[in-house]
């Protein structure tokens, strides 16, 4: 009696014998080992051992579902579309039996085009291919253009931020606080005008304060000095940070009021304001009886807090209203006009003295129509203290530069320093010493309609003396220079 043996699930599983391939069996020459074994065709498939159709069938490996790239070779395969397949299907890398599953086929190698371009068959091709774009791209002139200098090459070679050591002098990190706190002045005040906005019981102050800023004259009669606060200790750690010194070569008499004109402008004037603006130089001892009031833009007054702390140190409007009413408060008040403005800032790189002041008559022409003396002020170091981003003249930083200054008044040099607990990344200003030469007083003669030829020789006796200041003291306090002083315009 015959034991008929239960086939098992894998059994189950599998199609007919009759629809399976079977890959031939060759012989020791390599030959078919039957005739029906020859009437076979190959196929690339599983392989099935060889059994009598009543001997039971051993377990098999399930068939594993194809992959999406396998699926998609094989498509490609029909259409005849695929590099290195044939048109009739058959691809010169068949997929391998190994174990009873199907090998995933490798992808294929980049090749090298007539044109030196990289080709690939899968499509991580097209990733290239958008990469090499960009690459394209960021060489067209309107990015060279940028010219990033400094930030592209510390790019190329790796961001590397070099932090300050753990253990500073108190002194030292009294000297960075007083600066942060100065820098940090302007959005300080926003946000406390903000928060006192939030809170509708301070509107009844709060509004006719706002009202107040529109009419209130102070910023053009010569602000609400205190000099408490110019004299406060907090400027004499700001002074030190860089520091920041006075050179006197002449008495100024306090019997005569006096303009000061500041060079050059830097990225912010921190040293006009640590030696006008407050007493951290000691301006009081070097020069008794002289008032001196740091001018500056006049939209500096409509922001809320912010303009009561700079009247208390003396800081007032640049309009021609507040210099002529400053001017005529009588004998010992002065003025400091840095002359060069926001466009000399586009110019302040470090090693350079790039001063525009061939153009610039309106300080020349106010001191002479007040009879105030013109006193030249070079303040070598003060390019120093800030890197700036390459901006020649006529780039696309430039020009955006230019329409900016037009439309608003003033410019935004891009600009970097270092941080507070690190020395190469930041807005904070760099150590660098800042040394204000205060040159010899001009002498001039009131006159309310000053001719044009009078204005230009009064000029370039300034001029002269400017020049003469960075002849003798260039080479003690500018010797990192890159180049002469030059006047652009």
């Not at 174990?99 to 690939?120: C, H, M, Q």
């Not at 400094?150 to 190329?156: K, N």
């Not at 702390?309 to 009588?330: D, F, P, Q, T």
């Amino acid at each position: 009696m015959a034991v008929q043996v239960p086939p098992s699930p894998a059994t189950l599983a599998m199609p007919p014998p009759s629809t399976i391939p079977v890959r031939p069996s060759p012989n020791s020459n390599g030959a078919p080992s039957s005739a029906a074994d020859a009437q076979t065709p190959t196929a690339t498939s599983l392989p099935l051992a060889e059994s009598d159709p009543e001997t039971p069938r051993a377990p098999m490996a399930p068939l594993l579902p194809a992959d999406k790239g396998t699926l998609r070779r094989r498509r490609s395969a029909r259409l005849g579309t695929r590099d290195g397949i044939d048109g009739d299907g058959a691809s010169g890398d068949d997929e391998k039996v190994l174990s009873g599953r199907i090998e995933r086929p490798r992808r294929g190698k980049r090749s090298k085009s007539k044109d030196g371009k990289a080709e690939s068959g899968h499509r991580g091709s097209g990733l290239s291919e958008a990469r090499r774009k960009v690459r394209e791209k960021m060489k067209s002139p309107l990015i060279s253009g940028l010219k990033l200098d400094g930030i592209r090459e510390q790019i190329s070679k790796g961001v590397e931020v070099k932090f300050a050591p753990l253990h500073i002098p108190p002194h030292r990190r009294l000297q960075t606080a007083a600066v942060a706190l100065w820098a940090l002045l302007l959005p300080i005040s926003l946000c406390a005008f903000l928060i006192c906005m939030s809170f509708p019981p301070l509107w009844v102050m709060l509004i006719p304060y706002i009202i107040w800023i529109q009419f209130d004259p102070a910023p053009d009669r010569g602000g609400r000095v205190r000099q408490w606060a110019r004299k406060s200790f907090v400027w004499k750690y700001f002074a030190q940070y860089y520091p920041c010194s006075i050179v006197k070569e002449a008495d100024l008499p306090s019997d005569r009021p006096y303009l000061f004109g500041y060079h050059p402008h830097g990225i912010i004037g921190m040293g006009a304001f640590a030696t006008f603006a407050t007493d951290g130089t000691n301006f009081s001892e070097y020069f008794p009886g002289i008032k001196p009031h740091l001018l500056t833009l006049e939209s500096n007054f409509k922001i809320p807090f912010y303009r009561d702390i700079l009247m208390m140190h003396g800081v007032c409007s640049v309009s021609k209203r507040s210099c002529a009413n400053i001017l005529s408060h009588g004998p010992g008040h002065a003025i400091t006009i840095v002359v060069g403005g926001a466009a000399e800032s586009l110019s302040a790189h470090p090693g350079t003295a790039d001063l525009t002041l061939r153009k610039r008559f309106g300080f020349i022409k106010m001191a002479i129509k007040e009879g105030a003396d013109l006193v030249p002020v070079f303040s070598f170091g003060e390019n120093d203290i800030y890197d700036q981003l390459a901006n020649d003249k006529g780039s696309m930083v430039w020009r955006l530069q230019k329409r900016f200054q037009k439309m608003f008044g003033f410019t935004l040099p891009l600009f970097y320093g270092r941080g507070i607990f690190n020395y190469n990344y930041g807005l904070m200003p760099f150590r660098h010493p800042i040394v204000s030469v205060v040159g010899k007083p001009i002498h001039v003669e009131k006159n309310p309609n000053p001719p044009a030829e009078l204005i230009q020789e009064v000029q370039q006796l300034y001029i002269d003396e400017l020049m003469r200041i960075w002849h003798r003291y260039k080479d003690l306090y500018a010797r990192n220079r890159t180049k002469e002083l030059t006047l652009v315009e």
